[in-house]
Structure formats: structure tokens, C-alpha cells
């Protein structure tokens, strides 16, 4: 028999897409905003989410998934805020998937909720490819980190919502050059928002938390209105 | 590194297409991978070649096709290919756009093999996607 090329034309990572939408809209259901926290090892994740918590918290109902490849150090700090935790620990697996964050969930009453938030496996390059149900992906940079660390990462700028810069209290004695840094963040992704924040000093948290309610906010408009 | 997660999805994917196909042997997967797509093509060989071993799929060749950074630039109303990834600019007119039409993709785009010898689905199917395809942007 002759071969033949037959075209397919399936996304490879089709199975995690699908089940990230029907996580998606089960979020939307329940009405709960999710936000996907992607950086570098050590930018600052878990601190960040920790104060997001204990901040939040005080007037909505929150909850964290935190992947790591090994410890459960980072869902017992976050749970010092009084939040549900859970950890994904992951083995050898450099990313969260949208099945982990299904399973995660087992048990969780989505309703009694108003923000998930997921703090990805410290990690640049492989969180970009999976979609995992989140309405905002955040990636994170430290002013320690080199103002180029856009450049060399374009692929997880250009699938993010919004960039935040971390450890905003550093930025003097390192000497971070904010327009280098702009600069390079715009040319991997013009327009993409930012936020400077430090949880050192407390500087900028408003503004990001502000942000990310009003994401909320929108969300729960565009699902009264369908 | 991801591209071992990303060879297996895609060998599944493979196997469970080759499977509806009726398709006997695979002989190779074609794979189009965009600039953008935050895959290492060599991992990806290589991760490949290590998931097919002792499945339906071994021996099989992967052939990816690299797919450019193609963006739409509100200046000059065209879509247009970037040269590299970056920058996010218009190469004729140095807009910045964020608008990406191309190149974060990682598709199967097609199978080669022995088919087997009733099921002309697929064929049809082809089609109405190609149709679909051929309507003008926007
Ligand atoms: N000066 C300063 N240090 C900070 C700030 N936020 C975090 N750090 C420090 O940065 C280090 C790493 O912070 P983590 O929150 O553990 O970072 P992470 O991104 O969760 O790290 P992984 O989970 O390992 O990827 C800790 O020593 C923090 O105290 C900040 O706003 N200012
Ligand atoms: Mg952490
Ligand atoms: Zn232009």
C-alpha cells in the first residue's frame, strides 16, 4: 500500500487546552478570578502571595495552589495568612498543567470562593505553554534579576496579562535602570502592563491589588451581562 | 525541560489520530512550530525519540517546520513577518504591536503512513477546514 500524508491539524498540547477551558468555565461559574503567578526561581512568588492573601483576605474569600517541585516550605508559609493552601508538588515536572490544577481542586467548593490565585513552579520557560484555566497570567521579574530578562524570556512575556516588578525596595543599590527595563519588556510585548512592588516596604501593593479586583470586578459584569 | 511533556502529548496525540485514521504505519509526524512557541527544537527531537520507543509510533520521523513571528500592524493595516521573534515591531514601519497572528503554534499538522483501507472521513474533513481557512482576514 502507497503512503499517504493525511492532514490532522491538532494542537499538540490540545488535551491540556480543552481541560484548561473547562476549568475556565467553571470559574466563571462559581465566579471565582484566577491568576496564574509565573518568575524565575526566587523573584519573589510566595511572598508576594502570602501578602496578597493576608490583604485580601480580610474582605474576600481566598485560596492558593502553589507548585513546587518539591517542598511543601511555600504552602506553609502561604497558609500563615490563614487562606486554604494547597501544594502541587510535581517531581521532575518543571511546570503546573491544567489536569494538576483540576485535581488540586478535588473537594474545593469553587462558590465559597472570590480569587484562586497559583503560584507556578519556579520557572520562565515551560509554565508559557499551559493554559491553566487562569483570567490573568502575571509574570514576575525582580529588579535583581537584569533589565533584559524580558529579551531572553519572550515567549512567557508575550503570553502574560501583566508584569510585575518585585523587590521594588532593592531598586536603588542595584541599581536597576526602570527604562532599560521598560524598554525591554515593551519589545517582547508592547502595552503589556506593569506593577512596582515591594512587599518589603508595602510601596505599590495597593495599586496591584486594586488591579487585580477590578479584574474581578469585570469578570463578574461580563457574567451578569451574558 | 518541557519538550519531554510536550513529545508525549504530541506522541499521543499521534497514536490516538493514527488510531481514528485506520492508519497502519506511521511514518512521520509533520509538526509546525512557531517562533514563539517556548520550544527547543532539538529537545524536542530528542524527547521524541525517546517517548516513541515501544509505542505504535517507533521508527516514526518528526519533521517540524518552523513557523515565523507574523504580527498585524494597525500603521500599515498588513499582517508582517517578523525577521527574528524580536523585536515586537512592524519591520517596514517600526510600530510597536502586540498582535500575534502566527507563531506561538505547536500543531500536528499531518501524518504519513500505510493507511488503511475504508475511512475517507478525514478527507472531508480537510476540506471543510481548508474552506474555512480561505476566508480573507478580518
Ligand atoms: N528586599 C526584598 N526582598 C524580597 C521581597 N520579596 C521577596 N523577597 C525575598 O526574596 C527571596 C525569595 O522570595 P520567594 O517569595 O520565596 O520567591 P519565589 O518566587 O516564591 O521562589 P520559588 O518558589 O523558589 O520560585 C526571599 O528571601 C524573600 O524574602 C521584597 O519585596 N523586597
Ligand atoms: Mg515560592
Ligand atoms: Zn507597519
Avoid at chain 1, 480580610?58 to 508559609?77: F, M, P
Avoid at chain 1, 518589603?200 to 463578574?220: D, F, I, K, N, P
Wanted: proline share 4%; hydrophobic share 40%; glycine share 8%.
Amino acid at each position: 500500500m502507497m503512503p499517504r500524508i493525511v492532514e490532522i491539524r491538532q494542537n499538540v498540547l490540545k488535551k491540556n487546552d480543552l481541560l484548561a477551558r473547562e476549568l475556565r468555565e467553571r470559574f466563571r461559574e462559581a465566579g471565582v478570578f484566577v491568576v496564574n503567578l509565573v518568575s524565575s526561581p526566587g523573584t519573589g512568588k510566595t511572598t508576594l502571595l502570602r501578602e496578597m492573601l493576608l490583604r485580601l483576605g480580610e474582605r474576600y474569600r481566598v485560596a492558593a495552589l502553589v507548585g513546587d517541585l518539591a517542598t511543601e516550605n511555600d504552602a506553609q508559609r502561604l497558609r500563615e495568612s490563614g487562606a486554604q493552601v494547597r501544594q502541587i508538588t510535581t517531581g521532575t515536572v518543571c511546570h503546573l498543567e491544567a489536569e494538576m490544577i483540576g485535581r488540586a481542586l478535588e473537594g474545593w467548593n469553587l462558590e465559597e470562593l472570590d480569587f484562586l490565585f497559583i503560584e507556578n513552579v519556579g520557572n520562565l520557560v515551560c509554565p508559557a505553554s499551559y493554559d491553566l484555566g487562569e483570567n490573568q497570567r502575571a509574570v514576575l521579574f525582580s529588579v535583581t534579576e537584569g533589565e533584559d530578562k524580558p529579551l531572553k524570556y519572550p515567549t512567557i512575556v508575550n503570553s502574560a496579562d501583566v508584569a510585575i516588578v518585585t523587590k521594588i525596595d532593592l531598586a536603588e543599590p542595584v541599581g536597576f535602570q526602570r527604562d532599560r527595563f521598560y524598554e525591554a519588556l515593551h519589545e517582547a510585548r508592547p502595552g503589556l502592563p506593569v506593577f512596582e512592588v515591594s512587599v518589603r516596604t508595602g510601596e505599590g501593593m495597593s495599586a496591584w491589588l486594586a488591579h487585580v479586583e477590578a479584574g474581578r470586578q469585570a469578570l463578574r459584569e461580563r457574567v451578569a451581562w451574558t | 525541560m518541557h519538550e519531554l511533556s510536550i513529545a508525549h502529548s504530541l506522541a499521543e496525540l499521534a497514536i490516538e489520530e493514527a488510531g481514528s485514521l485506520g492508519m497502519r504505519r506511521v511514518r512521520a509526524l509533520y509538526v509546525k512550530l512557531g517562533m514563539l512557541a517556548g520550544v527547543v527544537k532539538e529537545a524536542l527531537h530528542f524527547s521524541f525519540d525517546v517517548v516513541i520507543q515501544g509505542t505504535p509510533l517507533e521508527g516514526a520521523e518528526l519533521i517540524i517546520e518552523d513557523v515565523p513571528v507574523v504580527v498585524y500592524c494597525s500603521r500599515c493595516q498588513e499582517e508582517r513577518t517578523l525577521p527574528e521573534p524580536l523585536p515586537m515591531r512592524c519591520p517596514v514601519c517600526g510600530t510597536r504591536t502586540a498582535e500575534v497572528l502566527h507563531g506561538r503554534e505547536m500543531e500536528l499538522y499531518a501524518l504519513e503512513g500505510e493507511e488503511g483501507d475504508t475511512d475517507d472521513a478525514p478527507d472531508r474533513r480537510d476540506q471543510a477546514e481548508r474552506s474555512q481557512e480561505e476566508r480573507p482576514f478580518g
